[in-house]
């Protein structure tokens, strides 16, 4: 998906949030500000928004030094989604059907967020999505492609958000590589939030290869990229990794709560809708 | 009151929002989004929003040839709030404190805004607001002000909110000098929306002499502020208004509806909230 104009004030609305987490100092964050103002101009909208979303946060981080604002909020999201766990998987394992249970958690996991939209109470927003309609959902072909497929490639979003992930990873009958970004960005899930999730235990994890918030090919490992092309099922979870492979012409189905205005009209959808949605190119 | 670091943000949404409603094509949108990134970090931050907005929407005005982007939602909002009159004023007609009952009128026509927020709706918005407590009200200290005032100066906010100041005007017992803009900007009133309201039946309209979205002393014209200064009472409407004046020593009564987070924090009220405020400074 490419960046819309609307990512304009989304940008300078997450740069104000992220820098006063990290400075009371309104000198330096005016500063940070002005950086990206002079910043945002030259930038090719053709690209999408996680790819400019990585330059926003590396101006960030080269401005005040700090690489990782969001690691104690990251730490404290893993905390609470663990907090839940036990109940969710009573949940599932008492479901008719499982599998769908686990999707919908999965999903519901993906109200944590810190980038586009941090307005949000984990436990009545998971209450809520629980049973919310789908706007889209694909799910025979997600359990015909399942079937099919000899490994699922399972591309993580934010930390938290794991520990849902790990409940729908539970559920899938094939072996499962999880995807993570490279270095810390926003929230956004790296190694060892994967771990602190115990999805260690069900789950090969590894890196993209990128700091982007989304899965960018063009940034991501040729390590990652090798196991990408040959992967006969990607689950793609979030908003910044469907900013990235939106265009793919590969089976990916896309896991998500359109939590912005932008991305719901990219999809077609309404604003606040859960999908469960396959790449229509293929 | 200065403008804060959150107004930026801000900013680049307007332009967004006034841009796209002049020209649907995005290249311009994006040239206008350019010039407004290119123009922030050089102004003075010591400067008011209105002040800041001003220049914003001079840049927009230039770079599109449109003065008068809002004028037919301005008359659209004067028809709807004319339709509202007749009942607002048996409201006013059967209160106990029929004064009291048009000073929460005229606050209920303050929700009308494209500015920092459009997104309202006038019926219901207003008749929450007609029985809304206040978070600040000065009404006894109004009262007094108004027995012991030879005249008074009225500062007018939005087109359509002036019908609404039209039934609070009519029940103030002393003459009323409503102040307008001078030239159009944003949805803010200016001559013709003061008389399309019928205001000229019920008070001499006069202009501050100014562009600013709000009443910025040292952009006003000096015939304004003789008047400014030699009067005994000033009603000043909305949110532009107040950031203007905030700091003024002469007894002003605020009157508005907090509509963005950062005006709130800055009276020290929450957002949402509506205030009849006397200035603390006399």
Not at 118 to 128: E, I, Q, R
Not at 130 to 137: E, G, P, R, V
Not at 193 to 208: F, H, N, T, V, W
């Amino acid at each position: 998906m490419k960046t819309y104009l609307d990512c304009y004030p989304c940008f300078f609305s997450q740069t104000l949030k992220t820098s006063r987490m990290i400075t009371s100092d309104e000198r330096k964050v005016r500063e940070i500000l002005t950086e990206i103002s002079l910043f945002l101009p030259n930038i090719s909208f053709d690209a999408t928004p996680p790819e400019i979303g990585r330059e926003v946060y590396r101006i960030i981080a080269e401005m005040t030094g700090v690489n990782d604002p969001y690691k104690e909020i990251k730490e404290k999201c893993t905390r609470q989604a663990l907090s839940l766990y036990p109940e969710l998987k009573k949940r599932v394992h008492s479901s008719k059907d499982r599998l769908m249970s686990a999707v919908r958690v999965a999903i519901a996991g993906n109200v944590i967020d810190f980038g586009a939209n941090a307005d949000f109470d984990l436990k009545s927003d998971v209450k809520t999505i629980l049973s919310q309609d789908f706007a889209i959902n694909h799910y025979r072909e997600f359990c015909e492609a399942i079937d099919k497929a000899k490994k699922i490639l399972y591309l993580a979003d934010n930390a938290g958000e794991t520990v849902f992930d790990r409940l729908l990873i539970e559920e899938l009958p094939k072996p499962v590589i999880y995807v993570v970004r490279e270095k810390p960005v926003i929230n956004d899930a790296v190694r060892e939030d994967a771990i602190a999730a115990r999805i260690d235990e069900k789950a090969e994890i590894m890196s993209s290869g990128t700091d982007a918030p989304g899965t960018i090919l063009n940034l991501c490992s040729e390590e990652f990229l090798k196991v990408y092309r040959s992967s006969d099922l990607v689950i793609s979870k979030g908003q910044g990794n469907y900013e990235g492979l939106s265009e793919e012409d590969k089976p990916i189905f896309f896991l998500l709560k359109a939590k912005c205005q932008v991305i719901a009209r990219d999809i077609g959808v309404e604003y606040g809708d859960i999908i469960l949605m396959k790449t229509d190119k293929n």
